[in-house]
């Protein structure tokens, strides 16, 4: 990928860069925005005449936001999930992965059926919730961990990754001794660094986002995520909940809190990235043919 | 081959043992369902229970209940609405209740927006209710179902705080019955919460005075001032920015212009008895037509917010502190923190204040509709092994009139002080150091939630008019409130039936007005309105809606 | 084709004939290491997905809390009926297909399109910036999302009708207009999720063997060739399967952001099957009513994806299962 010595080639180059310029703003507005918004003065905020770059200053916003004694159990609760929750799922969805995607593997038709099936159709929350309770899971760290364990996208992602590794690479390993669970460890692992970074990526941010299993299943104050205390914030201010509690004027400090809790509850995660961006380079399959 | 089969039989055998465990509690489910019928024939005049004749001179429901502090109920709620504060976190409101009920709370909360989807799943799922659920939804389902406690016995025998507060609103107790006649859930009352801290017309009087116009009266003086607002730059920027009149909560909000044609189109939702108790659909009335093409006038020429059916409260507040509009719909208390930001922000004779409603082109004086009576759906788990506590601790902190002026006024000493036996606010609620609103002050300590409570117009009042501006317009107004129309719990049939037709009308009904203000359909389409609001009929919604509002009457 | 996964695999078990039961056998004692690694994941979707399926028993009852899903009586298809009884049905089924339809046609091929652009960039530094930047929208929630879409495109004085002003237009009043609802919805949603979505491509483009372009460079082959040749092959079976996964979709919408965008002006577009139920669910618990409309939309996207599946394993050899 080295050609890009004639003219047309520079063109491309320029024309490729000046688009993910625009790219890189329409993106970052509104984490800016977000941003302006919750450091702003509170009456600026309210006229929304914050478009860009705050407008004043004020941090009354996030002392409202850290002034709840309970954000701090709820943030360790939240990094729990999301590492404890990220590792179960990534082992349980590449050991699932590896074998459906074995072309020759007699169970890959129907045990794909059987998970795919579970996409289109489940029991619903009522069910569920009755298994979680029989199983003594209903308010344990446990429900959060051990409900979401595998995603099917996540599956049929993988294994479709796994497709592309040469068959051969399986083959000469057999010849040489290795059973399939041992072709795994040391020959497929290897080679997989960008799915499994990709898998990391989503299941930690669907750890870290998710509120609803919390919701239902964690009634215990200290036991849940900070999510539900966003969602406390960000959807009593939309006025969908209006309806159930008339009579209710917002100061503006509340009126911006839901800003200052958007930026405390999503910058740690928008780390995460970064770090896992260089298994994204080629180069994995380097020479993988040779093996 | 073999491993195979043993796979299935294993997961066969795993699917007997799980619907074993399920016919399990459903048996455990069964013979309750039969208690609650039981009870319901032991008790054939429940109507008289709660009647206030029967009160004796000693106190049915002395506090403390418990004195040992032996029992703690869980209690599930929609948590506190001030966010900062969580229910969980022993709030000081709370503090005081435990001290003078003697009875320890362990809280159980779920955001409020998303209670109703947390606690169905629980209550269809039957797993870990708990003692009492202070919900903000109907719960009719599962009373029906008999998994809720019956409360008339108990009603009767401790029901000392509710009788008094049903000797002033007879209604009330009619409102939470069955319609057999049984009583499963507590409602606290809100209608005073109008009385007290008005809903209506709030307009810019310093544009009004520098326009030098009047308060406007009609809706053709309305029609004027609005003209004026926009035409004669009263926020002094030489741009014609203005948006004379604002809203917020979309198209529906408008529906209360209905109020000065007579309508009752917004709180009642346009179902309401004419004078001979016939209930009437008033959108199928010619005088709707008749609001419709005023709004729909005031759109044209520029006057509401052509953004009305999206606006948000965000947007409201924005477009009014930013000085762009001079007029809304909103509750009284708003003025307070309008007029104060848009001191601060440089406009010095900024005030809103409330005015009143206004009075329709046919002679019509107009009016303000209530809330509806009832608020609050409070239970008791059948399966509580407390019930008695439960249901003396629900009939203190619901209807006792020490615990509803904690509810609303706070703690004494830290939100109010007692002057010439006169509860006073003090500046920690109106001159809040963090800049909260006084609700926002009284709910970050834990009062003011969004259950059950008999609310008082005496102490709401304190709370909510706060200055003398705010005093004289909430009286200017008193004349002008009439109540909702109230309906008795509907029967399983009336249930279905009705719910699924309105969602319908509403939807059809809504998207229509709405088009029709905006100018996207024309106003000689309302024949073809009315028409198809009969079709999908109705005659049979109208129907069911007088015999429950029938039963009601009956039953007061 | 370069890849060599995509040629039939030729084991012995497929090549000689013998009774389906002895072939079983003689697999499951070939795999026997492949299937042990599958049996945690089986059993878990049997016990937390098979074993609450009897839940979708309730569309079919008129179920009763307190009686539970074995004793609830029997209402056959009473539900299923009262849905397409409302004069809403084919406008709420026809809003949700054209909605998911439309996301697919433009929602789909744009991470595709941005992942083959970031691919092309030579600095490192600026294509890790980009990524990292692209994706952070996808943690904005939706209600901020939905906040900004209104305010910058109020006719009164967002940004959006500013400008068209300014150029000699009319004002639109975008929220409150038909025609626009879909392109908001959908736009919008591209905007918070395409550079989330180009992470799963970018993965795919990283798995392709760099021998492969350098073969096609000593063939002569120019950028675009490669583009066509190498990279778009590599990242085909992906492109497949995502496509396939999103057609399952078709018939779900969820209704948070169509709740924060929608108003009654707009309902002939904007008013979808979850829209609506949650309005009828804002009056009381209707589970069996909700089954019936989950258990619908499931149906349909099976039935899509089913199709879909065989006729891709027909057309590209790639397929779900």
Redesign the interface.
């Known amino acids: 990928?080295v050609?890009?010595n004639t003219f047309s080639?520079k063109l491309?180059?320029a024309a490729?860069?000046v688009?993910?310029v625009f790219?890189?703003i329409?993106?970052?507005y509104?984490?800016v925005?977000?941003f302006s918004m919750s450091i702003s003065d509170p009456l600026a905020a309210a006229a929304?005449e914050v478009?860009l770059l705050p407008k004043g200053f004020s941090l009354n916003a996030y002392k409202l936001v850290f002034e709840n004694p309970d954000i701090w159990t709820s943030y360790l609760n939240t990094i729990w999930y999301t590492v404890g929750g990220t590792a179960f799922n990534v082992i349980?969805t590449i050991?699932?992965a590896?074998?459906?995607s074995?072309?020759?593997?007699?169970?890959?038709?129907?045990?794909?059926?059987?998970?795919?099936?579970?996409?289109?159709?489940?029991?619903?929350?009522?069910?569920?919730f009755?298994?979680v309770n029989d199983l003594g899971l209903y308010n344990t760290r446990w429900a959060l961990i051990?409900?979401g364990?595998?995603g099917v996208?996540y599956?049929?992602?993988a294994r479709?990754?796994f497709?592309?590794?040469?068959?051969?690479l399986i083959e000469s390993a057999k010849l040489d001794g290795a059973?399939?669970?041992r072709i795994?460890w040391t020959v497929i692992i290897p080679?997989s660094k960008?799915?499994i970074?990709?898998l990391v990526?989503?299941y930690a941010?669907g750890h870290w986002?998710s509120y609803f299993s919390a919701l239902i299943y964690l009634p215990d104050k200290n036991l849940q995520p900070l999510q539900l205390y966003?969602v406390k914030v960000?959807?009593e201010?939309?006025g969908?909940a209006d309806?159930i509690m008339p009579s209710e004027e917002k100061s503006l400090a509340i009126m911006q809190i839901?800003?200052a809790i958007?930026m405390v509850a999503?910058l740690p995660?928008?780390f995460v990235?970064?770090f896992l961006?260089k298994?994204?380079?080629?180069?994995?399959?380097?020479?993988?043919?040779k093996g | 081959?073999t491993?195979?089969t043993n796979g299935s039989a294993k997961?066969v055998s795993?699917?007997i043992v799980?619907?074993l465990a399920?016919?399990g509690?459903?048996s455990s489910?069964?013979p309750?369902?039969n208690n609650s019928n039981q009870g319901a024939a032991e008790s054939p005049k429940p109507s008289t229970s709660g009647s206030p004749g029967t009160a004796s001179t000693s106190p049915k429901n002395p506090m403390p209940i418990v004195t040992d502090g032996s029992v703690t109920l869980t209690v599930a709620a929609p948590d506190n609405p001030f966010a900062a504060a969580s229910l969980t976190q022993n709030l000081p409101v709370w503090q005081e209740i435990e001290k003078a009920t003697g009875v320890k709370i362990k809280w159980d909360v779920v955001p409020g927006s998303q209670f109703?989807t947390a606690m169905?799943t629980r209550?269809?799922?039957?797993k870990n209710l708990p003692d009492i659920i202070l919900s903000n939804?109907?719960l009719?389902?599962?009373s029906?179902?008999?998994?809720l406690l019956q409360l008339d016995d108990l009603m009767a025998k401790y029901g000392e705080n509710a009788a008094k507060i049903f000797e002033t609103k007879p209604l009330l107790p009619a409102l939470m019955k069955t319609p057999e006649g049984n009583t499963f859930h507590l409602s606290g009352t809100r209608d005073e919460e109008v009385a007290a801290g008005p809903y209506g017309w709030l307009i810019r009087k310093d544009w009004l005075d520098k326009l030098s116009l009047p308060e406007p009266v009609t809706v053709d003086d309305w029609y004027n001032v609005l003209k004026a607002f926009k035409e004669k730059d009263p926020n002094g920027n030489n741009k014609a920015?203005e948006?004379p009149m604002t809203n917020y909560n979309?198209?529906t909000q408008l529906y209360n212009w209905g109020n000065a044609w007579g309508l009752h189109l917004r709180a009642s939702d346009g179902f309401y008895p004419d004078a001979k108790g016939k209930i009437q659909y008033e959108w199928l009335d010619p005088r709707a037509k008749e609001m419709v093409a005023f709004l729909n006038k005031l759109v044209k020429d520029g006057l509401l917010?052509?953004?009305f059916?999206?606006n948000?409260k965000?947007?409201m507040t924005s477009?009014i502190i930013r000085s762009?509009s001079g007029a809304t719909i909103a509750w009284q208390e708003s003025n307070t923190l309008w007029t104060n930001k848009l001191r601060e922000a440089g406009q010095a004779d900024a005030q809103w204040v409330m005015t009143t409603p206004p009075a329709g082109p046919n002679g019509y004086k107009g009016h303000i509709e209530k809330s509806g009576l009832s608020n609050g759906y409070s239970v008791i788990n059948r399966d509580s092994k407390n019930a008695e506590v439960a249901f003396r601790w629900l009939d203190y902190v619901i209807y006792s009139e020490e615990n509803t002026k904690r509810m609303t006024l706070g703690i004494e000493g830290k939100t109010y002080v007692m002057k010439d036996g006169q509860p006073q606010m003090t500046d920690f609620v109106t001159k809040n150091p963090d800049g909260l609103g006084a609700v926002e002050v009284i709910r970050s300590l834990g009062g003011w939630q969004t259950f059950s409570q008999a609310s008082r117009v005496e102490y709401i009042s304190k709370l909510k008019l706060t200055d003398e501006v705010l005093t004289e317009r909430a009286k200017l107004v008193q004349s002008y409130l009439v109540p909702t129309a109230e309906f008795a719990m509907p029967t399983e049939d009336e249930?279905s039936n009705i719910?699924?037709k309105?969602?319908?009308i509403?939807?059809?009904k809504?998207?229509m007005?709405?088009?029709f203000i905006?100018g996207?359909e024309p106003m000689d389409k309302w024949d073809t309105f009315t028409k198809q609001i009969k079709a999908?009929g109705i005659d049979e919604v109208i129907q069911i809606r007088q015999s429950q509002y029938d039963r009601l009457m009956s039953e007061k | 084709m370069p890849?060599?996964?995509l040629?039939?695999?030729i084991?012995p078990?497929?090549t000689r004939r013998g009774t389906a039961?002895h072939t079983?056998?003689k697999?499951?004692i070939?795999?026997k290491?492949?299937?042990?690694?599958?049996m945690?994941?089986?059993i878990?979707?049997?016990?937390?997905?098979?074993?609450?399926?009897?839940?979708?028993l309730?569309a079919f009852q008129d179920?009763?809390?307190?009686?539970?899903?074995?004793?609830s009586p029997w209402v056959g298809l009473k539900w299923f009926e009262?849905f397409f009884?409302?004069?809403?049905s084919f406008r709420l089924i026809k809003n949700v297909l054209l909605l998911n339809f439309y996301s697919l046609l433009w929602g789909f091929p744009i991470p595709i399109i941005?992942a083959l652009?970031?691919n092309?960039?030579?600095r490192n530094t600026?294509k890790?910036?980009?990524?990292?930047?692209?994706?952070?929208?996808?943690?904005?929630?939706v209600?901020?999302?939905a906040?900004?879409t209104?305010?910058f495109l109020?006719?009164?004085?967002g940004?959006v009708n500013v400008v068209i002003e300014k150029l000699g237009f009319q004002k639109i009043?975008f929220?409150?207009?038909?025609d626009w609802f879909r392109t908001i919805y959908i736009s919008t949603d591209i905007?918070?999720g395409f550079?989330y979505s180009s992470?799963?491509y970018?993965?795919?483009?990283?798995?392709?063997?760099?021998?492969l372009?350098e073969a096609a460079?000593i063939d002569g082959a120019?950028?675009f060739r490669?583009l066509i040749h190498v990279t778009l092959p590599?990242i085909a079976?992906?492109i497949i399967?995502?496509l396939l996964?999103s057609l399952?979709r078709m018939m779900s919408v969820g209704f948070e952001k169509i709740?924060?965008l929608y108003?009654?002006?707009t309902?002939?577009v904007s008013?979808v099957i979850s829209s609506?139920v949650y309005?009828?669910?804002?009056?009381?618990?209707?589970?069996s009513f909700?089954?019936a409309v989950?258990?619908m939309n499931?149906t349909i996207?099976?039935v899509l994806?089913v199709s879909f599946n065989w006729l891709s394993r027909k057309l590209t050899q790639t397929s779900?299962?």
Not at chain 1, 163 to 168: L, R, Y
Not at chain 3, 44 to 56: D, Q, S
Request: some cysteine.
């Open positions: 990928m050609h890009s080639g491309a180059d490729i860069n688009f993910m790219v890189i329409i993106c970052l509104p984490l925005f977000v929304q478009w349980m050991s699932l590896y074998p459906l074995r072309r020759n593997f007699f169970l890959r038709g129907p045990v794909t059926f059987l998970i795919v099936f579970t996409m289109l159709f489940s029991g619903g929350l009522i069910p569920t009755i298994l051990i409900l364990a595998i996208w599956v049929i992602i479709t990754y497709t592309t590794i040469p068959e051969s059973n399939d669970i795994f080679l960008p799915i970074a990709v990526l989503f941010v986002n966003l960000l959807v201010n939309t969908l309806s839901k800003y958007i999503t995660i928008l990235y970064p961006q298994y994204f380079v080629k180069g994995v399959m380097i020479g993988a043919i | 081959m491993k195979r997961i795993a699917l799980a619907s399920m016919t509690c459903q489910g069964g309750a369902t109703q169905q209550l269809a799922s039957g939804f109907d009719y389902k599962y029906k179902d008999g998994l920015d948006i979309g198209v917010d052509m953004e059916a999206v948000k965000d947007q477009k762009l249930y719910n699924r309105l969602t319908d509403t939807t059809y809504d998207e007005i709405a088009k905006l996207q999908i | 890849n060599p996964p040629s039939p695999p084991g078990a497929q039961l079983l056998k697999n499951a070939r795999d290491f492949l299937v042990l690694m599958v945690p994941a089986v878990y979707f049997i016990v937390f997905h098979y074993l609450p399926m009897y839940g979708i309730m179920f009763s809390p307190s009686r539970g899903i074995w004793n009262e009884n409302s004069i809403y941005f652009l970031l092309e960039i030579r600026f890790r910036v980009v990524q990292t930047v692209s994706y952070m929208p996808h943690f904005i929630s209600v901020v999302i906040g900004m209104i305010t109020s006719p009164n004085d940004i009043n929220l409150s207009e038909v905007w918070a550079g992470i799963l970018l993965a795919a483009l990283a798995g392709i063997d760099p021998q372009y460079r120019s950028r490669q590599g079976p992906t399967i995502l996964l399952g709740i924060l108003n009654p002006s309902y002939e008013d609506y309005r009828i669910g804002l009056v009381g618990g209707e589970f909700a089954a989950d258990f499931a996207n099976f994806i779900l299962w």
